[in-house]
């Protein structure tokens, strides 16, 4: 360390703009060093659009509403036999309307969201001898027929016995990932 | 004294380098640093990982595999796990199952027959138990502790957890005196 300079400054002084910028640039080089991790963390958890107060949701280009989450206990097998789930098992059927701006509408991916934050997905392996296709939000697969733009689709899924369905979450995967509409009961 | 700061800056220079250098030599490697958390859990009872909770409740050896009509023999001993796995808060799959043996070698878990329990075609829902066998291969002179890993990931396994359960088998090679082929277990749901 040099004594004072010709202004009579120590090495501090010299320094301390210096040694005031290390602190902002650690903090750069940490958030630099963790910002791809934090991004696509942030990405793998899409938010979700609730509802307005008429009970639709606008997401995706195409307004979805709810109808019902239910048990489903008329679940049939291909041969058209009844098909039951094993005890301690629930199936669930969540059937929600689709009213769409044109005539395409984005496939979808449905989910279920209980009561306790537990997130299902539709059509489980514990449905695969079940007549239950998989939600995919076509005008062609709707459950009724359209009638004036709107049609339905309905989703199917597997709980444990006592857990609470409150909400469907729909995601539109080729239109946005990081969003999803929740049809909440 | 101007050049004996000057050399002293020098050397200084000099030992921040090397003791950066040692430092950074001794460290662990990226995958080192980035290695799966283990979660560690007895032979039965629930382990409980980031996305899955897994118990092994029976383990036993053979010297052959029945799988429908074919048999599959090995060139060590075969170590079939009986596991009882769910998902915690979101679907999720098994996608990686090995065992380690005392040296640290790792043995997968075959793919010579369908392992959908842990090769990530069974999707596990929250909260819904489902049991079945899977079946390993070990050369029959692995000694020690053998060590049961599972993980939701398929390769990279990094940054996650992974369950590791010892296995209770004393002499793996034994089950090669029994030649009875043994059947393994398909998943089913358990609700007790």
């Known amino acids: 360390m040099r004594g004072p300079d010709s202004l009579g400054r120590g090495w501090w002084r010299r320094n301390v703009w210096g040694l005031l910028a290390v602190v902002p640039a650690f903090v750069a080089m940490g958030y630099a060093s963790i910002y791809n991790d934090l991004d696509r963390w942030e990405r793998g958890e899409p938010k979700p659009v609730a509802a307005a107060a008429d009970g639709w949701v606008d997401f995706g280009g195409v307004r979805l509403r709810l109808v019902e989450i239910a048990p489903a206990t008329d679940l049939k097998r291909f041969n058209r036999e009844p098909f039951t789930v094993p005890q301690g098992i629930v199936a669930w059927r969540a059937v929600f309307e689709i009213q769409a701006s044109g005539p395409e509408v984005p496939f979808c991916s449905v989910e279920l969201e209980d009561a306790a934050g537990n997130v299902y997905d539709d059509r489980p392996d514990e449905l695969s001898r079940a007549d239950a296709d998989r939600a ?6 709707s459950p009724v027929p359209a009638a004036s733009g709107r049609h339905q689709a309905a989703a199917y899924f597997v709980t444990a016995a006592g857990a609470e369905p409150v909400a469907v979450r729909v995601t539109f995967g080729s239109v946005d990932l990081a969003r999803y509409a929740r049809l909440s009961r | 004294m101007s050049r004996l700061r000057r050399l002293g800056a020098v050397l200084l220079v000099v030992a921040v380098l090397a003791a950066g250098h040692a430092i950074g030599a001794s460290l662990p490697d990226r995958n080192g640093q980035l290695r799966p958390f283990p979660v560690t859990g007895d032979f039965g009872t629930d382990v409980t990982a980031r996305e899955f909770t897994a118990r092994a409740v029976a383990v036993r050896c053979a010297a052959e595999l029945k799988i429908g009509e074919a048999i599959l023999s090995t060139q060590g ?94 002499d793996a090679g034994a089950a090669l005196r029994d030649p009875a082929a043994t059947e393994v277990l398909a998943p089913r749901l358990v609700t007790s």
């Open chain 1, 136 to 141: 995919t939000c076509a005008p062609d697969d």
């Open chain 2, 77 to 170: 001993v075969w170590v079939v796990v009986r596991l009882r796995l769910t998902a915690r808060r979101e679907v999720t799959s098994i996608q990686y199952a090995a065992i380690r043996d005392a040296e640290g070698r790792v043995y997968e878990v075959t793919d010579r027959f369908e392992q959908p329990l842990v090769a990530g075609g069974r999707r596990l829902q929250p909260g819904i138990r489902v049991e079945g066998e899977i079946a390993l291969e070990v050369p029959a002179t692995a000694t020690g502790t053998l060590t049961l890993l599972l993980a939701a990931t398929f390769v990279d396994h990094r940054m996650d957890s992974m369950t590791e359960i010892p296995l209770p088998i004393g």
